[in-house]
């Protein structure tokens, strides 16, 4: 039932802004976090960022704090990354993650805790 399909991924110089879209759809789409991942080659996804969506309170993973912001609207329900102060080693695919089943914990920084995942979005930072 649930999409959700990223945008924006594109080449950036170092240092360079960019910002990501994630919009999500479904008939009865409910959304209790939304978050970003990225995966570099070889390696398992990591955790970016993540928002609760009930309460905006936003988490970042260390490596992006600072320079990465995230956000949310409503209707349509639509997550951004905006990233600043790009580095050649934040080149990966970027996912956007939802979690919409009900839930007994808040993990958002484990992959184990998103129901639906989109199909990535290139990024790649030229040095």
């Known amino acids: 039932q649930v999409q959700l399909v990223e945008s924006g991924g594109q080449l950036v110089q170092t240092g360079g802004s960019l910002t990501l879209s994630c919009a999500a759809s479904g008939r009865t789409f409910t959304s209790y976090a939304m978050g970003w991942f990225r995966r570099f080659p070889g390696k398992e996804r990591e955790f970016v960022s993540a928002?609760?969506?009930?309460?905006?309170?936003?988490y970042y993973a260390d490596s992006v704090k600072g320079r990465f912001t995230i956000s949310r609207d409503n209707a349509p329900n639509t997550v951004y990354l905006q990233m600043n102060s790009l580095k050649p080693e934040d080149t990966a695919v970027y996912y956007c993650?939802?979690?919409?089943?009900?839930?007994?914990?808040?993990?958002?920084?484990?992959?184990?805790?998103?129901?639906?995942w989109g199909q990535g979005t290139q990024v790649t930072v030229s040095p």
């Open positions: 928002i609760n969506w009930s309460s905006g309170n936003t």
């Open positions: 993650a939802a979690r919409s089943n009900p839930h007994y914990y808040w993990q958002p920084r484990e992959r184990a805790y998103y129901d639906y």
